[in-house]
């Protein structure tokens, strides 16, 4: 089934990119979506073996960051230098793993900036006029009068300013009719579709010249034009050539050739303009060949409204990774959004999705198999034997989700692949409640044992190298537990069945997901449920049971047999001997003197030649523990219990 998969991922570059943010205030949950999105697609196609190269960084010019470190007494540089530290320290706490960092204050890319502008000027494509027009100081943008919302910004709805000033312009309109083809010819250009749609509407009125100026009386912090040293660039041209100047464009057209085109933009749905409608036609006009895809995602919300710092409604990262740690959070943020659409942040929804899909499905399923495997199979990966029906089932799951989720990242659809794979874990759940690899420990199936618990740890052997580049710690854990190689595995390696060698030794299993305290956790559908056909009995059938408590007197092993013991037990003042399989977890010489309860009425039988007059009643959980029941406080032997 899976033998097809590595052909598919036929990408052999990779070049993601995230927005730059602004460095006027810390990072909250909305960048960090964005920067965790880009890192998961990096991860994975690192694993399908692109050539893969993944960049952030910070837009640190403009007026937002000049007001921002006036409030704090600063410098605009220092300013930018205090908070990159946060964007960059939440980054690394995060796992991110960005090739590259790139701060538009950078040498590096201002004079790629200048270049890029003094080109354009030479050739006509930039030009100086008078202009009359509306500025929203939030967005950093100019508007027309009939732009306006109501009389104020169409974006935001803050209020604008009347502005008149000379300034240099950026002959966008001529190149409208160009960008329609363009977006129409590439249906991949712009995702999801229905942002595609949303640019082409857009582009219905018609475009104006882009004004690519402020002056410095006005606005001294950013990058001076190189053909007038009275302005700075606007911030938007500055900004969007960080994703061409950060990979070597005019400086090392090797690497630029490497890298270039981007395979995908990903933006939020903010900024879609920008990124769909001035990027395409500076990249035009500089000669350059288009990204791949521009992707923007939806918002989260809380409740109803966009996160902002103003609304005072933004969720912090930090706060986030306290509750359940870093995977968890990743985990949930990529299983919670669909992509493209908004999202609606809220506490409940992140614990019960923690609880049942990593607490109680792949938590409980590294629980239950590495226990196994430690109790009954010498702690080391089992040889399978033949498989059953059931077996296959499993197998084909697995493998059918493991395509799925290789699909949805293709499809850019992270959520329902995530989705698919719990499946998977939830499928596994079932089959060793089915098969009851505790009964087979208990009967001595070996055998049986042996393949049931290879194909459980080899499902998790899978699911986990898939659940890698969204969680990289915690599945690093889960797979030491399985004795795997350290580091994230390829995904061709995770398409096939039979990958975990026999006789590799495991680790006891650690509580990778500690249940979440607080609320109830919702009741998962795996809950083991050890004998759900039992049919239910009548008051007067419990009552020809007769369970009594016994002392036991003496104790020893039945000799050539592994699992029984011999009990002299007193009921009161009676005297019997019984046989309990209960050899593997009690030595005998520690049950002397205990009370234990009893079955009293059972008709006596002959194991392994010796009679049993009763039986010991003990508990057994899936994981192959046991317990033997005692009474919770003093009571004479011969106790009848009820
Ligand atoms: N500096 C510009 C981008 C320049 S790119 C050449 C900018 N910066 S920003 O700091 O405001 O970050 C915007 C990005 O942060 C959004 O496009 C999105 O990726 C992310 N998010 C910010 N708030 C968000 C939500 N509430 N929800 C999801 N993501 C959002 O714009």
Same mark, same amino acid.
């Given at each position: 089934m899976g033998s097809d998969l590595p052909n598919r991922m036929t990408r052999n570059k990779f070049y993601i990119t995230t927005p730059i943010y602004y460095v006027n205030d810390k990072p909250h949950i909305g960048h960090a979506y964005t920067t965790i999105l880009a890192d998961v697609l990096a991860r994975f196609h690192r694993l399908f073996g692109a050539d893969t190269w993944f960049l952030t960084g910070t837009d640190e010019h403009g007026q937002k960051v000049q007001r921002a470190a006036e409030t704090a007494g600063m410098t605009p540089q220092q300013q930018a230098d205090t908070t990159v530290v946060r964007f960059q320290d939440l980054w690394k706490r995060l796992g991110i793993t960005n090739d590259d960092f790139i701060r538009t204050t950078e040498p590096r890319h201002a004079v790629v900036v200048q270049e890029i502008l003094q080109d354009l000027f030479d050739r006509g494509e930039i030009y100086r006029a008078e202009y009359d027009g509306w500025y929203c100081v939030a967005d950093e943008r100019f508007y027309t009068e009939k732009d306006l919302s109501g009389g104020n910004c169409?974006?935001?709805g803050r209020p604008v300013e009347k502005v008149r000033e000379a300034n240099y312009f950026f002959r966008m309109s001529k190149y409208q009719e160009w960008l329609i083809s363009y977006i129409e010819e590439h249906p991949?250009?712009?995702?999801p579709d229905f942002r595609r749609n949303e640019t082409l509407g857009f582009l219905r009125k018609p475009l104006q010249d882009l004004c690519i100026s402020r002056p410095k009386s006005r606005l001294a912090w950013g990058i001076e034009l190189p053909f007038d040293r009275d302005f700075v660039t606007y911030v938007w041209f500055d900004a969007l050539v960080n994703y061409i100047s950060a990979v070597g464009y005019r400086r090392d057209q090797t690497r630029f050739a490497r890298r270039w085109p981007a395979t995908y933009h990903l933006i939020g749905k903010d900024i879609l303009t920008t990124h769909t409608v001035y990027w395409p036609i500076m990249l035009k006009a500089a000669g350059v060949t288009m990204p791949d895809t521009i992707f923007a995602h939806g918002w989260w919300l809380s409740g109803q409204t966009k996160m902002s710092k103003s609304l005072g409604n933004v969720v912090s990262p930090l706060d986030m990774i306290d509750r359940f740690g870093v995977d968890a959070f990743r985990y949930f943020l990529m299983a919670e959004m669909v992509l493209g659409q908004d999202a609606s942040f809220n506490p409940e929804s992140y614990e019960s999705r923690y609880n049942s899909d990593?607490?109680?499905d792949l938590g409980n399923l590294l629980s239950r198999v590495a226990k196994m495997i430690e109790a009954h199979l010498g702690k080391t990966i089992p040889q399978p034997g033949e498989m059953q029906e059931t077996d296959l089932l499993l197998r084909n799951a697995v493998l059918a989700a493991a395509e799925g989720m290789v699909t949805a990242v293709e499809e850019m659809r992270i959520d329902k692949g995530l989705a698919t794979l719990v499946g998977a874990v939830r499928e596994a759940n079932r089959y060793i409640e089915k098969n009851q690899p505790w009964a087979l420990a208990k009967n001595g199936d070996t055998q049986r044992l042996q393949t049931v618990m290879y194909c459980a740890a080899e499902s998790l052997r899978i699911v986990s190298g898939l659940l890698h580049p969204v969680m990289p710690a915690k599945m690093e854990e889960l797979r030491s537990t399985l004795g795997l190689p350290a580091g994230a595995p390829p995904v061709k390696h995770l398409t096939e069945w039979g990958g975990l060698i026999p006789g590799t030794p495991t680790r006891s299993a650690p509580i990778l997901f500690p249940k979440a305290a607080g609320k109830p956790a919702p009741q998962p559908e *795996?809950?083991?449920?050890?004998?759900?056909e039992t049919p239910r009995i009548s008051i007067d059938d419990f009552r020809k049971v007769e369970l009594r408590v016994a002392r036991v007197a003496s104790a020893e092993r039945v000799p050539k047999s592994e699992k029984l013991l011999k009990l002299q037990i007193e009921i009161g003042s009676e005297r019997r001997q019984i046989l309990a399989g209960i050899a593997q977890h009690y030595a005998?010489? *520690?049950?002397?003197?205990r009370n234990i309860v009893v079955v009293a009425n059972l008709q006596p039988a002959k194991l392994m030649g010796q009679e049993s007059n009763g039986m010991l009643l003990a508990a057994s959980d899936e994981t192959g523990r046991l317990a033997i029941l005692t009474p919770a406080s003093d009571v004479n032997p011969g106790a009848t219990v009820k």
């Amino acid at each position: 089934m899976g033998s097809d998969l590595p052909n598919r991922m036929t990408r052999n570059k990779f070049y993601i990119t995230t927005p730059i943010y602004y460095v006027n205030d810390k990072p909250h949950i909305g960048h960090a979506y964005t920067t965790i999105l880009a890192d998961v697609l990096a991860r994975f196609h690192r694993l399908f073996g692109a050539d893969t190269w993944f960049l952030t960084g910070t837009d640190e010019h403009g007026q937002k960051v000049q007001r921002a470190a006036e409030t704090a007494g600063m410098t605009p540089q220092q300013q930018a230098d205090t908070t990159v530290v946060r964007f960059q320290d939440l980054w690394k706490r995060l796992g991110i793993t960005n090739d590259d960092f790139i701060r538009t204050t950078e040498p590096r890319h201002a004079v790629v900036v200048q270049e890029i502008l003094q080109d354009l000027f030479d050739r006509g494509e930039i030009y100086r006029a008078e202009y009359d027009g509306w500025y929203c100081v939030a967005d950093e943008r100019f508007y027309t009068e009939k732009d306006l919302s109501g009389g104020n910004c169409p974006e935001c709805g803050r209020p604008v300013e009347k502005v008149r000033e000379a300034n240099y312009f950026f002959r966008m309109s001529k190149y409208q009719e160009w960008l329609i083809s363009y977006i129409e010819e590439h249906p991949l250009f712009i995702q999801p579709d229905f942002r595609r749609n949303e640019t082409l509407g857009f582009l219905r009125k018609p475009l104006q010249d882009l004004c690519i100026s402020r002056p410095k009386s006005r606005l001294a912090w950013g990058i001076e034009l190189p053909f007038d040293r009275d302005f700075v660039t606007y911030v938007w041209f500055d900004a969007l050539v960080n994703y061409i100047s950060a990979v070597g464009y005019r400086r090392d057209q090797t690497r630029f050739a490497r890298r270039w085109p981007a395979t995908y933009h990903l933006i939020g749905k903010d900024i879609l303009t920008t990124h769909t409608v001035y990027w395409p036609i500076m990249l035009k006009a500089a000669g350059v060949t288009m990204p791949d895809t521009i992707f923007a995602h939806g918002w989260w919300l809380s409740g109803q409204t966009k996160m902002s710092k103003s609304l005072g409604n933004v969720v912090s990262p930090l706060d986030m990774i306290d509750r359940f740690g870093v995977d968890a959070f990743r985990y949930f943020l990529m299983a919670e959004m669909v992509l493209g659409q908004d999202a609606s942040f809220n506490p409940e929804s992140y614990e019960s999705r923690y609880n049942s899909d990593l607490a109680n499905d792949l938590g409980n399923l590294l629980s239950r198999v590495a226990k196994m495997i430690e109790a009954h199979l010498g702690k080391t990966i089992p040889q399978p034997g033949e498989m059953q029906e059931t077996d296959l089932l499993l197998r084909n799951a697995v493998l059918a989700a493991a395509e799925g989720m290789v699909t949805a990242v293709e499809e850019m659809r992270i959520d329902k692949g995530l989705a698919t794979l719990v499946g998977a874990v939830r499928e596994a759940n079932r089959y060793i409640e089915k098969n009851q690899p505790w009964a087979l420990a208990k009967n001595g199936d070996t055998q049986r044992l042996q393949t049931v618990m290879y194909c459980a740890a080899e499902s998790l052997r899978i699911v986990s190298g898939l659940l890698h580049p969204v969680m990289p710690a915690k599945m690093e854990e889960l797979r030491s537990t399985l004795g795997l190689p350290a580091g994230a595995p390829p995904v061709k390696h995770l398409t096939e069945w039979g990958g975990l060698i026999p006789g590799t030794p495991t680790r006891s299993a650690p509580i990778l997901f500690p249940k979440a305290a607080g609320k109830p956790a919702p009741q998962p559908e *795996t809950q083991p449920k050890q004998t759900p056909e039992t049919p239910r009995i009548s008051i007067d059938d419990f009552r020809k049971v007769e369970l009594r408590v016994a002392r036991v007197a003496s104790a020893e092993r039945v000799p050539k047999s592994e699992k029984l013991l011999k009990l002299q037990i007193e009921i009161g003042s009676e005297r019997r001997q019984i046989l309990a399989g209960i050899a593997q977890h009690y030595a005998p010489e *520690t049950l002397v003197g205990r009370n234990i309860v009893v079955v009293a009425n059972l008709q006596p039988a002959k194991l392994m030649g010796q009679e049993s007059n009763g039986m010991l009643l003990a508990a057994s959980d899936e994981t192959g523990r046991l317990a033997i029941l005692t009474p919770a406080s003093d009571v004479n032997p011969g106790a009848t219990v009820k």
